[in-house]
């Protein structure tokens, strides 16, 4: 239950799950892409998405450096 708690809450936040409908509606997306249509820092933006990668709700994959 309590892992259940913790996706939820994971989903509770307004910038997570405008993330995800972002990236529901065009695919892959660059950090860069989302931080400028969402109007995030890049810190708040990576600290959202690793939020949502440990929740299984994304997977990431990295190019270049």
Do not use: N, W, Y
């Not at 892992?3 to 995800?20: I, K």
């Not at 600290?47 to 990668?53: D, F, G, T, V, Y």
């Amino acid at each position: 239950m309590r892992d259940l708690a913790e996706f939820f809450a994971v989903l509770a936040e307004p910038s997570r799950l405008a993330m995800l409908a972002l990236l529901t509606r065009h695919g892959e997306m660059c950090v860069c892409e989302i931080q400028e249509v969402l109007e995030l820092s890049q810190s708040s933006a990576s600290r959202h998405l690793k939020a949502l990668r440990q929740a299984g709700l994304l997977v990431d994959r990295r190019v270049g450096t």
